[in-house]
């Protein structure tokens, strides 16, 4: 099974739960109601709502008949959906050093068509060496066996291949300058990453740009993010924002513009693709 197979099982299931969801909302039915239809609690219908969990056959044939689904053409549909839907991905092989709330995430990355980074702390994963992944890894995961610092460095690996592959997304990232200054590892690490830095961004799929010290404060002042956009029109953007211990996916189309806005400032804000690397180039000869 290819990468994009298994990331697009992820769309699936958020497409299958937001059907789902209009299903319900439109005959008027609570998700409590539902929950009890298949023997389950109101929060586990939320969760098949929002595309978090697995789907069950059974539970989906009874959902579609409480719904008032009859038509045997769009069953077998949403059926198909369901089984599509429950497809392992292949970061599931990880899932020893992978939190549950990252699994989204990274099944979406894989799926998108269009991704769009802000990054402020260090250097965006997709865009890592191995090397200073390392460095970022173990400074992150303080007291982790070197094991496990090494399967979470070759997951990050693994993530990077959808950029280079033949069905790569657009990548568009924006980073602070102190992403670039802020040391990880040793001089040699932090030279090699901004030389494959420079080696990315004249990608045809890639657009990296720096905004730069000189520039002051910026739109992106509330922290990084991360715009994700896919192929199915039915799909909204999703906007993600990490954080210590779980993460937020924003798809309410008012929360997204904001960001849609921020990311456009900033990009205006920054230099241009040349004068980007220029500004690495420059960094380089200073370390």
């Known amino acids: 099974m290819s990468a994009g197979e298994s990331s697009g099982s992820v769309v699936r299931r958020i497409l299958l739960g937001s059907q789902l969801r209009r299903l319900r909302e439109s005959r008027g039915v609570t998700r409590e109601a539902a929950g009890y239809s298949i023997r389950a609690s ?40 369901a089984r599509e839907a429950n497809v392992a991905g292949w970061w599931h092989s990880y899932g020893d050093v ?26 965006h994963g997709l865009l ?47 980073l602070d300058e102190a992403a670039l200054r802020r040391p990880y590892g040793e001089r040699e690490v932090m030279r090699a990453q901004l030389r494959h830095l420079i080696d990315m961004s004249e990608r ?33 953007d999703i906007v993600y924002l ?22 456009a400032t900033l990009a205006q804000d920054s230099p241009g693709t040349d004068e980007s690397r220029d500004l690495l180039r420059g960094l380089l000869q200073l370390m």
């Not at 992978?98 to 250097?123: K, N």
Request: no cysteine.
């Open 98 to 123: 992978l939190p549950g709330w990252f699994q989204t995430y990274v099944g979406l990355e894989g799926a998108a068509s269009l991704i769009r980074i802000f990054e402020v702390q260090f250097v």
């Open 204 to 236: 045809p799929n890639i657009t990296l740009q720096v905004i730069p010290f000189s520039h002051g404060g910026h739109a992106g002042e509330s922290g990084s993010f991360t715009m994700l956009r896919f192929p199915e029109s039915d799909l909204s």
């Open 42 to 81: 109101e929060s586990k219908i939320s969760r098949m709502e929002l595309g978090r969990v697995s789907f069950k056959a059974r539970d989906v044939e009874d959902l579609l008949t409480l719904y008032g689904v009859t038509d045997e053409a769009e069953r077998d549909s949403l059926l198909g959906l």
């Open 242 to 263: 990490e954080q210590l211990t779980s993460a937020l996916y924003l798809d309410k189309p008012e929360e997204v513009a904001q960001y849609e806005k921020a990311m």
């Open 128 to 174: 890592q060496t191995e090397a200073y992944a390392h460095a970022v890894v173990s400074r992150g995961m303080r007291g982790a066996s070197p094991a496990e610092i090494d399967r979470r460095v070759a997951l990050r690996l693994e993530r990077q291949k959808a950029l280079v592959s033949e069905r790569a997304p657009t990548f568009h990232a924006v």
